[in-house]
């Protein structure tokens, strides 16, 4: 693996990855792997794939790299494999059969590049009957379980977790995973291959837990009614006196009888052990957390291990105590943003730069990577590819 990064900039520094633009989960998995060092270049291409957000405050693209290639132009997608031949990983997210069109699919970059890692990030799979189809987060999520599974009413509608669950958790993550774990193999035997990351794969793997519980009857398999759903009158949310809200996780009973006592309203605190109660004891919750303002609650739960939290705004997340504290949050070029995550002690991962404008680092990645053909092109925009 050949690199142009200092090794104290993550533990993938010396590591090389061609994105192939798209939006969603496969900027966030390059992303991830830029913040833990990787030299991640970015394949723009004339006029860009994006929802309409200013590239200057597309954070999924910090600490990248860009250049400006259009594959369906003449030599676009041998410029791309000039740049597959020296890269260790690509990530791209067209749909199936795309890429393979444009040039640039798994046959073509691993006969250029054998022991190249070639990362495929969709949301229904590389096969199966609804592969071509368009789909997105809410859509993977729903024919999984996943999304019907989340929300406090059995009669109501599923809870929408903005695309967290499915392009991130179960879509970028488990790309990001897969091909980490064959990189590993490509460095021990010498030898690339495909990671199809689809997000209903990661979606569903996701609630493996939830599917043991179900099968021995510790789940039911509706929305609001179980433990960690929002049916638990101990794990979830109450509303205070000032129109604030506190999250309450008392799930094991010493957390549940600090919980109640400091709360105070131990005389109600043996509706625990009775479900069928449950509703008077999510009663008393509610109408005790209502007597205070959410300052007044945050103080008399802070330091103490009845695992009650202030549910605080995106704006407001960064200035919590404890978050400060780590460094959860950084600035960098005025935009304050979350860190990169997880921590190493030898080799700790840092935002290197901003994100990254379409092909303004062409020149400086023909270069570095010594691939002159991108100097040369001339590409003009077009509109963006399906």
């Known amino acids: 693996m050949a690199g142009t990064r200092n090794a104290r900039n993550g533990p993938l520094s010396g590591v090389r990855v061609v994105e192939l633009a798209g939006i969603g989960p496969g900027p966030f998995a390059a992303m991830l792997l830029a913040d833990?060092?990787?030299?991640?270049?970015?394949?723009?291409?004339?006029?860009?794939?994006?929802?309409?957000i200013d590239p200057a405050y597309d954070l999924t693209n910090r600490s990248k790299r860009s250049v400006l290639v259009d594959l369906k132009a003449e030599g676009g997608a041998a410029t791309v494999l000039d740049l597959v031949e020296r890269a260790d990983i690509l990530i791209e997210g067209y749909r199936p059969g795309v890429a393979e069109r444009l040039g640039v699919g798994p046959d073509a970059c691993l006969a250029r590049n054998p022991r190249l890692v070639y990362g495929r990030m969709t949301g229904w799979g590389q096969d199966g009957p609804l592969a071509s189809t368009a789909g997105h987060d809410i859509s993977y999520l729903a024919v999984t379980g996943t999304l019907g599974m989340i929300g406090p009413?059995?009669?109501?509608?599923?809870?929408?977790?903005?695309?967290?669950?499915?392009?991130?958790a179960g879509g970028s993550l488990y790309l990001v995973v897969g091909v980490?774990?064959?990189?590993?193999?490509?460095?021990?035997?010498?030898?690339?291959?495909?990671?199809?990351?689809?997000?209903?794969?990661?979606?569903?793997?996701?609630?493996?837990?939830?599917?043991?519980?179900?099968?021995?009857?510790?789940?039911?398999?509706?929305?609001g009614v179980n433990l960690l759903d929002g049916g638990c009158p101990f794990y979830g949310v109450y509303e205070t006196a000032d129109g604030r809200h506190m999250a309450v996780g008392a799930l094991?009973?010493?957390?549940?009888?600090?919980?109640?006592?400091?709360?105070?309203?131990?005389?109600?605190?043996?509706?625990?052990?009775?479900?069928?109660?449950?509703?008077?004891?999510?009663a008393a919750v509610a109408a005790r957390f209502r007597t205070r303002t959410g300052e007044e609650w945050t103080a008399v739960f802070a330091g103490t291990d009845a695992c009650v939290a202030p549910v605080l705004s995106m704006r407001e997340a960064p200035a919590h105590p404890h978050l400060a504290a780590r460094g959860t949050f950084v600035e960098h070029g005025g935009l304050t943003q979350p860190a990169p995550a997880p921590r190493f002690s030898a080799t700790p991962?840092?935002?290197?730069?901003?994100?990254?404008?379409?092909?303004?680092?062409?020149?400086?990645?023909?270069?570095?990577?010594?691939?002159?053909?991108?100097?040369?092109?001339?590409?003009?925009?077009?509109?963006?590819?399906?």
Not at 363 to 384: F, I, K, N
């Open 36 to 52: 833990l060092g990787a030299d991640v270049v970015r394949v723009d291409r004339p006029g860009g794939p994006g929802l309409g």
């Open 153 to 168: 009413d059995p009669d109501g509608p599923p809870t929408v977790p903005a695309n967290l669950v499915g392009d991130y």
């Open 180 to 223: 980490l774990a064959a990189l590993r193999h490509a460095g021990e035997h010498g030898e690339g291959q495909v990671v199809d990351a689809a997000i209903v794969d990661g979606a569903a793997h996701l609630a493996t837990m939830i599917h043991g519980m179900l099968a021995v009857g510790g789940w039911q398999d509706r929305r």
């Open 252 to 282: 094991e009973q010493p957390f549940y009888d600090e919980f109640v006592r400091l709360l105070g309203i131990e005389d109600v605190a043996p509706l625990r052990k009775d479900p069928g109660r449950w509703d008077e004891l999510r």
């Open 349 to 386: 991962g840092t935002v290197r730069g901003g994100p990254a404008l379409p092909g303004a680092d062409t020149g400086e990645v023909a270069r570095d990577w010594a691939v002159p053909s991108l100097t040369t092109r001339t590409d003009a925009p077009q509109e963006p590819q399906a």
